[in-house]
Every structure is written in C-alpha cells, then in structure tokens.
C-alpha cells in the first residue's frame, strides 16, 4: 500500500462471548488478520458496543478497511490512467468530488 506500515488484510471480524456478564455492552468482536503464509490469524484489535447491530456493522466495516483501500487505490489509479491517455479530461476528475473524497481517505488511511 502507498506509505502503509498497518497489517496486511484480509481482516475478518469474530463475534465473540468474552464478554464479561457484568460488563455494560451488549457485543464484542475481535478483529483478526489472517497470515497466508504460515496459516495463522492475529487479533489486532476489538470492538465493543453497546448497541449489538452497531457493534456488528462497525466490527465489519473496520475489518473491510484493508480491501476497501486496495480497491480504491485501484480505481484512483484506473481514473488517473484514463486522464493520462486522453480518455478523461483532468479538469473534470480534479475537481470531482468523489475523486477529491477517494485522494482524502487514501491519506487518511496511509498517513
């Protein structure tokens, strides 16, 4: 990834039933990485919510991040071809939005 020191995906989010039966939030998940290499998975981080479809739709999303950056840095890099061929003129990519949101979370992801 461009400038990326964070954990290769692919990222998988677990429910689990850690949770203590006095704690105050109703989900829990771990969020783990899974190495190819030597067929291990790592947690890397938690989640916990008060809210148990919150709690699932945020474990998710977190543990889409590593896909969700490769495609957009893909697709940004497809659009940026495009102006570069004379397919798409540059005028109208730089000042789309979606390209100017695309180029703010790819930084945000990899600062």
Same mark, same amino acid.
């Given at each position: 990834?461009?400038?990326?020191?964070?954990?290769?995906?692919?990222? $998988?989010?677990?429910? +689990?039933?850690?949770? &203590?039966?006095?704690?105050?939030? %109703?989900?829990?998940?771990? =969020?783990? *990485?899974?190495?190819?290499?030597?067929?291990?998975?790592? $947690?890397?981080?938690? +989640?916990?919510?008060? &809210?148990?479809?919150?709690?699932? %739709?945020?474990?998710?999303? =977190?543990? *889409?991040?590593?896909?969700?950056?490769?495609?957009?840095?893909?697709?940004?890099?497809?659009?940026?071809?495009?102006?570069?061929?004379?397919?798409?003129?540059?005028?109208?990519?730089?000042?789309?939005?979606?390209?100017?949101?695309?180029?703010?979370?790819?930084?945000?992801?990899?600062?």
């Amino acid at each position: 990834m461009i400038g990326s020191a964070h954990t290769p995906g692919p990222w $998988t989010a677990i429910a +689990t039933d850690t949770l &203590d039966p006095d704690s105050p939030h %109703a989900s829990h998940f771990d =969020i783990d *990485a899974w190495d190819a290499n030597d067929e291990s998975s790592e $947690t890397i981080c938690y +989640t916990f919510s008060d &809210d148990a479809p919150t709690g699932q %739709a945020n474990a998710h999303l =977190i543990a *889409a991040a590593p896909c969700l950056l490769s495609a957009l840095t893909a697709l940004q890099q497809e659009i940026n071809n495009l102006v570069e061929d004379g397919t798409l003129q540059s005028v109208h990519v730089a000042s789309n939005t979606g390209m100017v949101q695309a180029s703010e979370a790819i930084a945000k992801a990899t600062q």
